[in-house]
T-cell receptor
Framework: EVQLLESGGGLVQPGGSLRLSCAASGFAFSSYALAWVRQAPGKGLEWVSG????????YYADSVKGRFTISRDNSKNTLYLQMNSLRADDTAVYYCAKVSGSGWSFDYWGQGTLVIVFS | EIVMTQSPATLSVSPGERATLSCRASQSISSNLAWYQQKPGQAPRLLIHGASTRATGIPASFSGSGSGTEFTLTISSLQSEDFAVYYC?????????FGGGTKVEIK
């Protein structure tokens, strides 16, 4: 059974940093691309960042480019999102998602971790 | 950036009836489109990828169609568990983008 378990969310002041983690199990981790998708309270889904299976390719939404860094450790089956210079509009539930084998759709999702940026 | 527009924003449907949801892309995305279902407090669930291929475990009551810029998700006979918010997502170009969602509610 595929499982994705996010952690690392919490309360942070504007300008602060957080590092999210996503521990994966139940599939060949190093064979699949992964992504982070967020959802602000009461709003829709927003893709944040993606990373190729080997980690050599990384992709970012314009809204987070230069502030967030995605990475992965295939030896630990873990995905990360380093978030710096956080802003109030980064407040959201952050989901880790596994990319399906046919294009960048997301066939498995974690339950999400809540990040609140408050002043 | 490819803008995905879903309509209607809210769809009121009686149980057992058919629901038809629309998604339009601001430029052609071929068949690089997925549909997701999200219930309150839950993560999204993949329903359809490649515009018309059902994901693993998705019942045949869900079907997707379209290519280019116009796409449709049809739920043939709504069950109580189908009342939720539905999102489309394009993966033709970076950045990946989602539509704003359609809420399917009980009429």
């Amino acid at each position: 059974e595929v499982q994705l378990l996010e952690s690392g969310g919490g309360l942070v002041q504007p300008g602060g940093s957080l590092r999210l983690s996503c521990a994966a199990s139940g599939f060949a981790f190093s064979s699949y691309a992964l992504a982070w998708v967020r959802q602000a309270p009461g709003k829709g889904l927003e893709w944040v960042s993606g990373i190729s299976s080997g980690g050599e390719g990384t992709y970012y939404a314009d809204s987070v480019k230069g502030r967030f860094t995605i990475s992965r450790d295939n030896s630990k089956n873990t995905l990360y999102l380093q978030m710096n210079s956080l802003r109030a509009d980064d407040t959201a539930v952050y989901y880790c998602a596994k990319v399906s084998g046919s294009g960048w759709s997301f066939d498995y999702w974690g339950q999400g971790t809540l990040v609140i940026v408050f002043s | 950036e490819i803008v995905m527009t879903q309509s209607p924003a809210t769809l009121s449907v009686s149980p057992g009836e058919r629901a038809t949801l629309s998604c339009r892309a601001s430029q052609s995305i071929s068949s690089n489109l997925a549909w997701y279902q999200q219930k309150p407090g839950q993560a999204p669930r993949l329903l359809i990828h490649g515009a018309s291929t059902r994901a693993t475990g998705i019942p045949a009551s869900f079907s997707g169609s379209g290519s280019g810029t116009e796409f449709t998700l049809t739920i043939s006979s709504l069950q109580s568990e189908d009342f939720a918010v539905y999102y489309c997502q394009q993966y033709h170009n970076w950045p990946l983008t989602f539509g704003g969602g359609t809420k399917v509610e009980i009429k």
